[in-house]
């Protein structure tokens, strides 16, 4: 362990080259991982988002399956889920609590990949560290990993006073033969990522707890571009605030102060910044109560100014804002074709506040900053109904645009429609699933200078892999429709493929792109953008290292083609140790 912590404190000093000693550490912790490893029938393999758990981790009662022949039993540890519905959709017949990972008790909200609590997917390792509940380790009997050690230390006799420490470090590389739809100056382009999330959480008591963490990341490649203060960061604070729990009218509350992941929000709608090296963070509130069947959620929070380029320079951006609230009702479980359901229905309201270049609108020869309030009133309804699987929303968005240069004011009225249906085959070796995800992103008239906007916009980084894996897409003006179907295989190895189709909403609006618009050498008079079909594979080599690949091929539109664009392909891999 003594490499990671020269690594920790020399990432902050040097330039590209101090990753690469925590390639070496990872190699030290890897070989130590391996030589203890589990005993037969304990493998700490398992793909991403599938679910169940070992059986000293049960800390919730068991339904027994309605039918006479049980399910085949499923990977043995919920390592790093994804967000549902993208990753594996999560198969629970039989399964009415949860039962794996290391997640705080939420009651029936921990069902799944835990995603219902609204702090993010939690497997033995969550999204937000901080979201992990590891003391369970008071019992020695109970470690076994050597990093174990690390992630339930005593500090007083009782055991009451506890730290906890959480890592990552991921090496990413992608390479494009096209990017952006042929719109980038260099083609084949490779580029090179590492980062590192290095945290503490102090528990004092039951009431009370401090987190920290802190990043860095670097970034290289040929023909690269795209590079910024979120790929390139010296040493810096990612995470730090204070919680207390209590409880009051019978629910399970509390109140996070500081910096923070927010992540109480549907995840093609709000998510954790992902294709970066810096993911996002919030400065504020945020208050919650948790009953055993109604959670309700509130907060108030500016964004993080992670622009600097200098250790420990990151401060507020006072123009970004993130407010709202949250319930969450977890309907009377039920009985759907011999089977049992159950469900989740989210109503929700999210307020976005954008100044300057964030919060510009598309306009006929480009783009116009202002002040943009967006009001997102939403619905979800999520979960499982027997062998199918489905999640289902829609978003209204209102609010009011200012032009920075006259202050002309403009009304907002957009929306966005989100589903996904599937099928899990019951009792197949390879939890086999297969579904139809659509999409739906309203898109207005970029030539209007008055009158309401019609364009719905996502500005706080969905979920990479939700629409499209080359990210090309994004969620404005947008119509897509993707079968995609994935199976489980030898515990460890899960495949998907998914096939998307894009459409432009209105011809009269640009195609969107993550930051901003396209702008092509020729008008795009077409609707239908293109296709991407795309494949992943994801490796879950032990319990704390994992490599996934995703392959993609967007085949442009002869109208986009005419318009100057181009098909192009894609590579994305992942190496990523956590402990």
Known sequence: MS???????????????????????????????????????????????????????????LVKPSSSKPPPQLPAIVL????????????????????????????VFNRGNGEAAGFGPVGDYGLAPWAEDWSRLRNKSTRKDPFDLLKYIALNESG???????????????????????????????????????????????????FGQLVNGDAAGWNAYGYGSTYRKRLDVQQAFIETKWSMLGAKSGFMFGRQ?????????????????????????????????IRIDGWDFVQTNDSQNKMFHDTENYNTRLYGFNMTW?????????????????????????????GAIATAKGSQNGSNTRNNFGVRWHGIAGPFEFSVGGIWQGGVFKYA?????????????????????PHDRFHTFAGLQTDVYSGGNARKTSGAIGTYISPFSPQTNYLDTTTYMTGSNLISVAPLIRATFLKSLSFQVKYPFFWRYNP???????????????????????????????????????????????????ALNRAGGSSGTYYQSNIVFRF
């Open 261 to 293: 992941q927010f992540l109480d929000a549907p995840s093609y709608m709000l998510y954790n910044r992902e294709t970066p090296n810096v993911p996002l963070s919030w400065n504020g509130f945020r208050a919650y109560m948790v009953w055993p069947r």
């Open 80 to 107: 790093y889920p994804h967000a549902n519905p993208v990753g594996q959709p999560v198969r629970t017949t039989g399964v009415q609590g949860r039962v794996s990972g290391h997640q705080y008790d939420w009651g």
């Open 508 to 558: 009269n609006d640009p195609v969107y792109r993550s930051s901003g618009t396209y702008t092509f050498p020729h008008p795009f008079k077409g609707k239908f953008v293109g296709m991407a079909p795309q494949a992943s594979l994801a490796w879950q080599i032990t319990q704390h290292l994992s490599w996934t690949q995703y392959v993609s091929r967007f085949m442009t539109s002869n």
């Open 405 to 425: 240069r006259n202050n002309q004011a403009r009304t907002v009225n957009a929306y966005a429609l989100n589903t996904l249906v599937g099928y899990r085959v």
């Open 3 to 61: 490499r990671l912590g020269a690594y920790i404190v020399s990432a902050g000093k040097s330039g590209f080259n101090a990753p690469l000693l925590l390639a070496s550490a990872v190699a030290s912790v890897f070989s130590l991982s391996c030589a203890v490893a589990e005993p037969s029938g304990a493998s700490p393999m398992v793909s991403q988002g599938a679910s169940v758990s070992r059986p000293q981790d049960r800390e919730h009662i």
């Open 330 to 358: 977890a309907p009377p479980d039920g009985r759907f074709m011999g089977d049992r359901y159950n469900t989740f229905l989210d109503v929700f309201y999210v307020g976005y506040k954008l100044s300057g270049s964030s």
């Open 160 to 210: 009451s006073i506890w730290l906890s420490f959480s890592g990552e470090t991921r090496l990413r590389n992608w390479f494009e033969s096209r990017p952006n739809l042929g719109t980038q100056p260099h083609n084949d382009s490779g580029r090179f990522a590492v980062r590192n999330l290095y945290g503490a959480d102090l528990h004092l008591g039951t009431h009370v707890r401090l």
